[in-house]
């Protein structure tokens, strides 16, 4: 036939290739549905096991039906309406009773343990965190878990999600409030602030000497309130925080966080600026046809591993602005030394860019978005600080050390030395 060409040979490491993708594809196949078989199976035993276990309970304490035995603890008293927690929710079934000698109900212990009510809390948050609307706990339930014909599932409704979303994550939170921080020794404590609609918060993570990164505490205030401040300082001691040999604190700048480091841990703190706060206060003075020009200048300047020549070319900036754009100037030159800290203190390269900005603790804080994004209305600065703190720590679990335990021990030495001296000829005698 004109026009006709016969196809090409598949080359042998494609037809290779093709194989092991659709043995690939059999095996997963065969494995969703082996595991769903097994989901089933458990779901459609939990009932059935549930009412052997409290039936085993009631003969225990009744002894055999009709057995007339002196040491019974109860009566048999036909079945009730009840429900078990099978898979985060209530399923519902008819519950043996036992009563005493005048008719009053006896708790039966197996059927307390099968109603635990934090499994239904955790369940709620596990969903929500998630990213599941609570309005969509109980449809999702039921995707991922439906009940042999002729079970019945409840208490999944937005109303009870939303109940036990509270219960589970004020019980977190309380955890988190009282979390010991003198099991290790934290040698860079950043501190940075949100907003939750009209509510600021204020959150601290901690780098211990293994470069692992982790969640101290959120407090409902601003890094320019000095009481909040302060309160969350003496929080972390309380803990057991300690910072008698020295700590390295990035801070995002907020007047109220520095008053607090400077009256609480004043001789132990070597005290860093955030760079990108920083650079965003110096240009929002500066119009837009200034900003890229001197944006560029601010990050040659910080990645200058010579603090004095950084130093240097900051203050050549600082006289440049000085004129044309003296608010700007004005915001460079202020703390501008705080900003050159990593680089004073001869840190390796990755933890000057690990440590000369809050980036971390706005990493974490970026996570929220996924989880707080349904929120329409923050009533209250205690909502927002359970839902900053689940999501803060969720992130915990995925944090990355910030740097290898050798660039540790060198930020160790390099507090330790600054410390030294600062502290003068005395602390050497």
């Not at 209530?90 to 006896?106: E, M």
């Amino acid at each position: 036939m004109a026009g006709y060409a016969a196809p090409r040979p598949v080359p042998a490491a494609l037809a290779e290739i093709r194989r092991r993708r659709a043995e690939s594809a059999v095996r997963a196949a065969a494995s969703e549905q082996v595991g769903t078989t097994l989901l089933e199976w458990a779901l459609a035993g939990a009932v059935p096991r549930a009412l052997e276990l409290m039936d085993q309970e009631v003969e225990e304490r009744a002894g055999e039906r009709y057995d007339r035995w002196d040491g019974r603890q109860g009566y048999r008293n036909g079945a009730a309406p009840g429900y078990v927690v099978v898979g985060g929710r209530k399923v519902a079934l008819r519950r043996p009773r036992l009563v005493d000698a005048a008719g009053r109900d006896l708790p039966l212990q197996t059927y307390a343990e099968l109603q635990d009510p934090q499994a239904l809390n955790q369940t709620a948050l596990r969903k929500v965190i998630a990213g599941v609307a609570q309005r969509r706990v109980d449809a999702d339930l039921e995707a991922d878990q439906p009940l042999p014909e002729g079970q019945h599932a409840y208490g999944a409704s937005k109303s009870s999600v939303s109940r036990r979303w509270i219960a589970a994550t004020e019980a977190t939170l309380a955890a988190q409030g009282e979390r010991r921080l003198d099991d290790r020794r934290y040698l860079a404590i950043l501190i940075d602030g949100k907003g939750f609609g009209e509510h600021l918060l204020l959150a601290a993570v901690g780098i211990d000497e293994r470069g692992h990164k982790h969640v101290l505490g959120v407090w409902e205030g601003d890094s320019e309130n000095g009481e909040v401040c302060q309160a969350a300082l003496e929080d972390l001691a309380r803990r057991g925080l300690d910072v008698r040999r020295g700590v390295l604190v990035v801070l995002d700048g907020g007047k109220g966080l520095a008053a607090a480091v400077r009256a609480l841990w004043g001789d132990v703190a070597v005290v860093a600026r955030c760079r990108i706060h920083k650079q965003r206060n110096i240009l929002r003075h500066l119009p837009k046809a200034e900003q890229r020009r001197v944006r560029r200048v601010l990050q040659q300047a910080w990645h200058e591993p010579d603090a004095e020549v950084a130093n240097g070319d900051l203050q050549a900036l600082i006289a440049e602005l000085e004129e044309a754009y003296p608010a700007a100037a004005a915001s460079l030159r202020e703390g501008l030394a705080e900003t050159l800290t990593c680089q004073r203190l001869g840190l390796p390269p990755e933890l000057i860019r690990a440590l000369g900005t809050t980036n971390l603790i706005e990493s974490a804080f970026s996570s929220t978005e996924a989880v707080c994004h349904r929120v329409c209305r923050w009533r209250n600065g205690a909502q927002a600080r359970r839902w900053a703190t689940m999501a803060l720590l969720r992130a915990e679990q995925g944090f990355q050390p910030v740097a290898s335990p050798e660039a540790m021990t060198t930020l160790a030495q390099a507090i330790a030395a600054d410390l030294q001296r600062r502290a003068g000829p005395l602390a050497a005698d």
